[in-house]
């Protein structure tokens, strides 16, 4: 009998381990397969290439899209990440009080983007904004504000569960110690839960970013004419032509974000944020 458990533990170990091979394998054979077509020095894509070359990332810094495409996501990027933390703090904070009134709505309201499709929120943003024009008179579409202001919708969900999973792992032991000797409670926030939560708050700005700086749907609603982000520059190239500098300007992506995570993990440890 305890021979007989000892086997079923055995196979249980090994299907989930096989489990999560068959997962890592899925989610990484995309990215070493792109990374792989980068260094093609064919043209036309083809298997088995006909030798190896890095003058498509060369031929990435040649394209003008490419770069301005980049520089205008980055930056919206960082704008939408600020503000959804400036947003979703004070929000994380009030949600933690089960007698808030309406806790669940706006809970839900705050984690709605998650549910609606990106391109009904492009859209509806796309006509906010140009009603907003009409109003006040004021260019708001196709700047970093308008940008900004519907990547920050897309930021919010994903900050908001971070920093509440955070909050959710913090003693209330110690910010009643900290209230009990004659801190108030902003003064408890800032400079008792905030420290303890600080993995969660960089977590939740890296994902906001990544979020922000790889989203097509809602961009391409709020694009003006001879304006693009990066990967509404990647979509309108392959429109055009198929060849290895997308693989490029793609590899360039991944290794970004792969260098932000070792680069956070470093001085914050993400282990302890997801």
Partial sequence: MVRGRALRERLGRLAFASAVGLAL????????????????SNEILSLPPE???????GAVAGQRQFVSGFQLSALVALAATAAGLLVTLPAAFALRSTQLPGREAILHALMSPLIVPALVVGAGLYLALIEFEVMTGLPVAGTVF????GHVLLTIPW???LLTAN??????????AALSLGATPLVTALKVTLPL????????ALFSFVVSFGNIEVSLFLVQPGQTTLPIAILQYLEWKVD???????ALQIALVAAALLITDRFVSLAKAV
């Fill in 146 to 149: 308008g940008f900004a202001a």
């Fill in 51 to 57: 030798g190896y070359s890095l003058r498509w990332y």
């Fill in 159 to 161: 900050s908001l569960r």
């Fill in 244 to 250: 290895p500098t997308v693989a490029a300007i793609s």
């Fill in 197 to 204: 939560i600080w993995p969660g708050v960089v977590a939740a």
């Fill in 25 to 40: 394998t899925a989610i990484l054979a995309p990215l070493v397969l792109v990374v792989w077509l980068s260094f093609f």
């Fill in 167 to 176: 909050l959710a792992g913090v003693d209330p032991a110690i910010e009643d």
